[in-house]
C-alpha cells in the first residue's frame, strides 16, 4: 500500500506569513495528489488537485507543487480564515490515502 | 446544487453490522465521470478512506479493512450504501461519504473528493 507522510504535524504561524506543508508518498504517485482544508467540526474542502490545480473559487494564496513522491502546499499569505488542517491525499483508481494532518494554528 | 447527506445508527453494539446511507441530489450515480467514497475520521484523528464505487459498478476498499467492507449503490434511489462487519469501539468515527470527481488531467484521469457531507457520529459501545 501506499503511505503516506506529512509534514510538519502541526505549526504556528501568525497572519501574513507564508507557510508551506510537504506530502511525502512512499511510491512514485505522478501526480495523483490532492489537498483539502479541514476546518473544526466542519467536513474538509477540496483545495487542489492533480498536484497543482486549484479548484474552482480557492483563493489564489494557496498552490500546490511536486510530482512523483514529493509534494508541497503552499500559503502566501496565511489569512485568519486559513487556520485548520490540511491533509494531502493521493488517489489513483485503486486507492484514496490520506496523508496524517498538518494543523496550522495561530502564534 | 451538489448535496450528500450521510445516514444510519448513532450507536452500535461491538460486534455488530453497520449499515449506512449516502443520499445524493444534484448529479447521478449513473454519471462515467462520478463515483462516490466513504471516508471516516475518529475523534481527533487524522480522515481514513474506506471505499469507492462508479457508475459501472467499480469498486475498490481500504486494504486493511477490505474484509469487513462492502459498498453498493442503488441508483435509481440516488443511494450509496455502506456496510461494515464486526464493529470494534476503535471504529468509532465520523463517517464521510464524498462524490469522486473524475477529472481530464496532466496524466490522463484524476480523482479528487469535490463535495462532501455533514458527516455521521458513529459510536460503538456496549
Known amino acids: 500500500d501506499i503511505q503516506m507522510t506529512q509534514s510538519p504535524a502541526s505549526l504556528s504561524a501568525s497572519v501574513g506569513d507564508r507557510v508551506t506543508i510537504t506530502c511525502q508518498a512512499s511510491q512514485d504517485i505522478s501526480r495523483y495528489l490532492n489537498w483539502y482544508q479541514q476546518r473544526p467540526g466542519k467536513a474538509p474542502k477540496l483545495l487542489i488537485y492533480?498536484?497543482?490545480i486549484l479548484e474552482t473559487g480557492v483563493p489564489s494564496r494557496f498552490s500546490g507543487s511536486g510530482s512523483g513522491t514529493d509534494f508541497t502546499l503552499t500559503i502566501s499569505s496565511l489569512q485568519p480564515e486559513d487556520f485548520a488542517t490540511y491533509y494531502c491525499q493521493q488517489y489513483d483508481h485503486l486507492q484514496g490515502t490520506f496523508g496524517g494532518g498538518t494543523k496550522v494554528d495561530i502564534k | 446544487q451538489v448535496t450528500l447527506k450521510e445516514s444510519g445508527p448513532v450507536l452500535v453494539k461491538p460486534t455488530e453490522t453497520l449499515t449506512l446511507t449516502c443520499t445524493v441530489s444534484?448529479?447521478?450515480?449513473?454519471?462515467?465521470?462520478?463515483?462516490v467514497s466513504w471516508i471516516r475520521q475518529p475523534p481527533g484523528k487524522a480522515l481514513e478512506w474506506l471505499a469507492h464505487i462508479f457508475s459501472n459498478d467499480e469498486k475498490s476498499y481500504s486494504t486493511s479493512l477490505e474484509s469487513r467492507l462492502d459498498i453498493s449503490k442503488d441508483t435509481s434511489k440516488s443511494q450509496v450504501f455502506l456496510t461494515m462487519t464486526n464493529m470494534d469501539p476503535a471504529d468509532t468515527a465520523t463517517y464521510y461519504c464524498?462524490?469522486?470527481?473524475?477529472?481530464?488531467?496532466?496524466?490522463?484521469?484524476?480523482?479528487?473528493?469535490?463535495?462532501w457531507g455533514q458527516g455521521a457520529l458513529v459510536s460503538v459501545s456496549s
Open positions: 492533480d498536484a497543482s
Open positions: 464524498a462524490r469522486i470527481f473524475v477529472s481530464y488531467c496532466s496524466i490522463g484521469n484524476c480523482y479528487s473528493a469535490d463535495h
Open positions: 444534484g448529479f447521478s450515480l449513473s454519471n462515467v465521470r462520478m463515483g
